[in-house]
Every structure is written in structure tokens, then in C-alpha cells.
């Protein structure tokens, strides 16, 4: 994989382009605070991020399809999901919704009657 696959990958896996800066292919007008990036320097490719302007590099690669596909993997690694029970859990939750908002509505107007 090279930059413009990678660019063009992200863009099918619908990854916002917010969250990444690939120098040639996917460049920012106006430049977030924080963003993960690839770049060349000089024979070693990199990944890192940058938080709040400052860079931190994670990861150098000999090849770009290495820094490639890493970056494409830590861009669209979702977690590992919901765990056992949780189906059963959001049923709960949906059918005891309006007795849930009630208890934390009742408590909110204990709250603020005793802070006044």
C-alpha cells in the first residue's frame, strides 16, 4: 500500500479526514489541534501524532507499505465492541427508559432544593 491508497482506503472506510494528515495526498487547509500522521524522513517512514501542536512519533517503518497499513489500522480499529450481555443490557435500559429519566429527574430537584 502506498500513500494514495491509503488516502483513497481511509476515504471508503469513511474515516473523517479531520483525523489524519498523509503529506501529498491528504493535506489540511486549516490545521486541527490533533491529528495522527505519515511522513517520510529520509529513508524511514513515520507514524505518530500530534496533540495540541506537538509531534509524537509512535512508530518507524523501513517500507511505506508498513507505515501504510498501520495507519490504516489504527484509524479504523473500532474496539472490540459490546461485551457479552449487552444486548440484554440496552433492552433494559430502552424499556426502563422513562423510569430511569424520572429517578434522575427527582434527583436532580432534591439536589437543587438543597443547595437553595
Given amino acids: 500500500m502506498d ?6 482506503a481511509l476515504a471508503s472506510a469513511g ?3 479531520g483525523l489524519y494528515e498523509i503529506p501529498g ?4 487547509d486549516l490545521r486541527p489541534p490533533d491529528f495522527r500522521y505519515l511522513r ?7 507514524v505518530g501524532n ?14 511505506e507499505d508498513a507505515a501504510c497499513r498501520y495507519l ?9 465492541g459490546p461485551g457479552p450481555g449487552a444486548d440484554e443490557e440496552m433492552e433494559a ?6 423510569e430511569i ?14 443547595r437553595n
Fill in 25 to 28: 495526498f491528504h493535506e489540511f
Fill in 15 to 17: 474515516v473523517p479526514g
Fill in 40 to 46: 517520510q524522513e529520509g529513508e524511514v517512514w513515520v
Fill in 101 to 114: 429519566r424520572r429517578a434522575a429527574h427527582d434527583s436532580y430537584e432534591r439536589a437543587r432544593r438543597r
Fill in 72 to 80: 490504516y489500522d489504527r484509524l479504523t480499529d473500532t474496539g472490540p
Fill in 50 to 63: 500530534v496533540e495540541r501542536g506537538v509531534h509524537d512519533p509512535h512508530r518507524r517503518f523501513d517500507t
Fill in 93 to 98: 435500559v430502552l424499556r426502563d427508559r422513562e
Fill in 3 to 8: 500513500r494514495r491508497e491509503l488516502s483513497e
